[in-house]
C-alpha cells in the first residue's frame, strides 16, 4: 500500500490499526480466549455434512469462477474444513475447479485435509475435477455432477457471476442442502433466493478465522473489527462536532485540517 499522499493524521491512523491488530493477535496466541458472534451459515456447514453423510450421498463444493485470488483463497480454506468433515465423517467432497491452478492447489487441499484425519487411502483423486475455464461450460458440468451424483449437500464459497443462480436452482432440484458466500453483491440476491444459508459482507471473510479458530486468524479478526469501531468513533466524533458553534467544534476544525492541509 503506498503512503505517498499520506498526510500525519494518515500515517498516525494506519500506526494506531496495525497496533491494534497486532496486540490481538499475540493475546489470541497467548491464550486469551476471543469472541466472535455465531454465523449461523458457517454452523450450518457441520450440519449439512452429517446430513449428507446419513443419506449417503457425497457433496460437491464450487469455488467459483475466480483465479488465484483472495477470494478463491478463502474458498479454498473453507473447501479444506469441509474435506476434513468429510473425511472423518467418511463421505465423499466433489469439488470441480474452472482453472488449472486452482485445481492443483484444491487436490493438493483436499488430500492434506483426508490425511489429516487419518484417511488418506479414502481421498479419490478424480473428486476433484478440472471442467472448463469457459463460464457456462464450467456451469454445465457442475449442474451435471449435482444431478448424476445427486448431491446431498452443495457448498458455494468464491467469486460467482451469472452462473450462480444456475448452480443454486440445481442444487435445490435434488434436494440438497446449500451453503454460500460470496463477495460479488450481485449474485448475493440469487443465492439467498435458492440457498438455506447466506453468508454476505465481512462474514464471508472471516470463515476461516471462524472455522478454524486459529489464533493468528482470530486475532487478526478481532483487531479489524475494533479498528473499525475506532474509525466509527472518529467519525461521528468529527459529525458531532462540524456545525459552526457546538460545543468542542474545534475537534471537526482540526480533523479536516489534517486530512486536507490545504483546504
Not at 1 to 30: C, D
Not at 76 to 91: P, S
Not at 159 to 172: D, V, W
Not at 210 to 217: G, K
Amino acid at each position: 500500500m503506498s503512503l505517498e499522499h499520506a498526510n500525519y493524521l494518515h500515517v498516525a491512523i494506519t500506526g494506531i490499526i496495525s497496533v491494534v491488530i497486532l496486540y490481538t493477535i499475540l493475546s489470541a496466541r497467548g491464550g486469551r480466549e476471543l469472541f466472535i458472534r455465531r454465523i449461523p451459515g458457517l454452523a450450518a456447514i457441520d450440519e449439512a455434512v452429517g446430513r449428507a453423510t446419513e443419506m449417503g450421498r457425497p457433496m460437491l463444493f464450487s469455488t467459483g469462477l475466480g483465479g488465484v485470488d483472495i477470494d478463491t483463497i478463502q474458498g479454498l480454506a473453507i473447501a479444506q474444513y469441509v474435506a476434513a468433515l468429510a473425511a472423518r465423517y467418511g463421505n465423499r467432497l466433489i469439488v470441480p475447479a474452472v482453472d488449472p491452478v486452482v485445481f492443483a492447489i484444491a487436490e493438493q487441499l483436499v488430500r492434506e485435509a483426508y490425511a489429516s484425519e487419518g484417511k488418506p487411502e479414502a481421498f479419490r483423486s478424480d473428486d476433484v475435477r478440472f471442467l472448463s475455464d469457459q463460464q457456462f461450460a464450467f456451469a454445465a458440468g457442475v449442474m451435471g455432477i449435482i444431478n448424476r451424483e445427486q448431491v446431498a449437500s452443495t457448498f458455494f464459497f468464491g467469486y460467482f457471476y451469472a452462473e450462480s443462480l444456475l448452480l443454486a436452482e440445481t442444487g435445490q432440484e435434488v434436494g440438497a442442502i446449500q451453503i454460500a458466500g460470496t463477495p460479488a453483491t450481485t449474485q448475493i440476491p440469487f443465492f439467498l433466493a435458492a440457498c438455506d444459508y447466506t453468508i454476505i459482507g465481512d462474514e464471508f471473510y472471516a470463515a476461516s478465522a471462524y472455522l478454524t479458530r486459529e489464533p493468528t486468524l482470530l486475532g487478526s479478526l478481532v483487531g479489524q473489527d475494533i479498528s473499525k469501531g475506532l474509525l466509527v468513533l472518529l467519525v461521528l466524533c468529527g459529525t458531532a462536532t462540524a456545525a459552526p458553534g457546538t460545543p468542542l467544534h474545534f475537534i471537526s476544525k482540526w480533523l479536516v485540517s489534517m486530512l486536507n492541509p490545504g483546504a
